[in-house]
């Protein structure tokens, strides 16, 4: 950076052809502060000129031989444009002072024979308004000069901004993609519990992928939001997650014929569900959903024995779908969907609040009318291979090991199919693929 005060020197050039007066000018300033160059002659004080480009002020005699005072201050402007300019001239001579004004670039003229006293305090005058002239143009390249390095910050600015949004842009798709993946192998994890919880017992075969089906819809048609959706979603996969530590001869009775002993057992599975997945801070709204999955709206459920609005939404919605999915397990009736329909009407009020029968008819139409037998159609086994999207399944797909792949009914996209494919691989069934052709 240029800095912003300079000392400017005092320096003055008198020119005339005549030394007694060149002696009486540098007389005249021996005290001021001024450093005095002389010449006798235009030529000798362009030389001087161009050796002291700082010299500020030139007084040039008119009369001269060999090169007049306004020509030697015309050529002067070209060595020293800033100098200010005087003649100085006899009284008679007002043309030269004009032309030394004009053709000369001169400031003013100075009449000989000059007072002391004047020209001391003309040539001061004249300094003054040369720094001023000159702070003026050195704080002018001053502020160019930083207006120049302003322009290269901004730039360099530009170029640095821009490369950080580039390189942010970057780092958001890289972390949306490993936040797309965390989030999508958190799902497969959760599904991968849900599986084993169905192997658990044969029964319960798909029981928890019905209830999240049915559950969902339900959510969906209340108009609930993506987080709450979500929590329902995963709360009812693993609804009864903690039945892992309940004694197998319990999970094949039904609750009427359960000992109060063994009731007492069966009712800890929603607070161990709970407790299984707490240790996860993602699963903690799932968590107080399963806790309260066996709740009644009359305050007759369990662990809490909450009532009405005080059991969470999400609760009461699974509790209905898990109602609804193991009451059409347990029926032999001609119409299981009228059924179910039906025990979900009585329950109203005791089990479930009114304003969720509106919502659960259709997903559970639409869940089990699947199910019903297709008297135009028949099973055909066929090869992983050969499986198609939009096929349905006509029996559950089973992993060599009994892993429970796909349950019945379900209608095959490009995922499902590619999961089948890979498990035939790593852990091939038995079977073919059983799906449902038209006759
Ligand atoms: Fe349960
Ligand atoms: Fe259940």
């Given at each position: 950076?240029?800095?912003?005060?300079?000392?400017?020197?005092?320096?003055?050039?008198?020119?005339?052809?005549?030394?007694?007066?060149?002696?009486?000018?540098?007389?005249?300033?021996?005290?001021?502060?001024?450093?005095?160059?002389?010449?006798?002659?235009?030529?000798?004080?362009l030389d001087i000129l161009e050796d002291n480009h700082d010299i500020g002020i030139i007084v040039s005699d008119q009369r001269m031989p060999e090169m007049s005072g306004v020509e030697f201050l015309e050529r002067s402007q070209r060595v020293v444009p800033d100098a200010l300019r005087m003649v100085l001239t006899g009284y008679a001579d007002v043309t030269a002072a004009v032309d030394a004004i004009n053709?000369?670039?001169?400031?003013?003229?100075?009449?000989?024979?000059?007072k002391d006293e004047e020209l001391v305090q003309t040539i001061k005058d004249a300094?003054?308004?040369?720094?001023?002239?000159?702070?003026?143009?050195?704080?002018?390249?001053?502020?160019?000069?930083?207006?120049?390095?302003?322009?290269?910050?901004?730039?360099?600015?530009?170029?640095?901004?821009?490369?950080?949004?580039?390189?942010?842009?970057?780092?958001?798709?890289?972390?949306?993609?490993?936040?797309?993946?965390?989030?999508?192998?958190?799902?497969h994890t959760i599904h991968a519990f849900s599986n084993l919880l169905e192997l658990r017992t044969e029964d319960a075969g798909s029981h928890s992928r019905n209830v999240a089906e049915i559950s969902v819809k339900i959510a969906r048609q209340m108009g609930l939001d993506a987080k709450e959706t979500e929590a329902?979603?995963?709360?009812?996969?693993?609804?009864?997650?903690?039945?892992?530590?309940?004694?197998?001869?319990?999970?094949?009775?039904?609750?009427?014929?359960?000992?109060?002993?063994?009731?007492?057992?069966?009712?800890?599975h929603p607070?161990?569900?709970?407790?299984?997945?707490?240790?996860?801070?993602?699963?903690?709204?799932?968590?107080?959903?399963?806790?309260?999955h066996h709740e009644s709206y009359n305050g007759k459920g369990f662990p809490d024995g909450l009532k009405g609005d005080a059991i969470p939404l999400g609760a009461q919605i699974i509790s209905a779908a898990d109602f609804a999915d193991r009451t059409i397990r347990k029926c032999s009736e001609d119409n299981p969907v009228e059924y179910v329909i039906k025990k979900l009407t009585d329950a109203i009020g005791k089990r479930f609040d009114l304003r969720l029968l509106k919502y659960i008819e259709e997903p559970v139409r639409g869940l089990y009318s699947r199910s019903?037998?297709?008297?135009?159609?028949?099973?055909?086994?066929?090869?992983?291979?050969?499986?198609?999207?939009?096929?349905?399944?006509?029996?559950?797909?089973?992993?060599?090991?009994?892993?429970?792949?796909?349950?019945?009914?379900?209608?095959?996209n490009g995922k499902s199919i590619q999961i089948l494919k890979r498990y035939y691989q790593i852990d091939p069934p038995k079977t073919g693929v059983f799906v449902w052709v038209n006759r």
């Open positions: 950076m240029t800095e912003l005060s300079a000392k400017i020197p005092k320096k003055i050039l008198f020119v005339d052809d005549e030394e007694n007066i060149l002696r009486s000018l540098k007389r005249l300033f021996i005290d001021e502060d001024f450093e005095v160059f002389t010449a006798s002659s235009g030529m000798e004080g053709r000369g670039g001169a400031l003013r003229y100075i009449a000989k024979p000059w300094f003054h308004r040369y720094s001023l002239l000159q702070e003026n143009k050195r704080l002018t390249n001053v502020i160019k000069e930083q207006n120049r390095e302003i322009r290269k910050w901004n730039k360099e600015l530009e170029f640095y901004v821009q490369k950080q949004t580039v390189e942010i842009q970057n780092n958001n798709k890289e972390l949306k993609r490993l936040n797309e993946r965390l989030k999508s192998n958190f799902k329902i979603t995963i709360a009812a996969l693993l609804h009864d997650i903690g039945k892992i530590g309940i004694p197998d001869r319990l999970l094949f009775k039904g609750l009427e014929d359960m000992s109060s002993d063994e009731l007492n057992i069966y009712k800890l607070v161990r569900g709970q407790t299984a997945v707490d240790a996860i801070d993602d699963l903690r709204d799932a968590g107080r959903l399963i806790r309260h019903l037998p297709k008297q135009h159609m028949v099973e055909l086994e066929i090869q992983p291979d050969d499986l198609k999207e939009g096929m349905v399944t006509a029996k559950e797909v089973k992993s060599g090991t009994g892993l429970l792949l796909l349950g019945k009914d379900m209608k095959l």
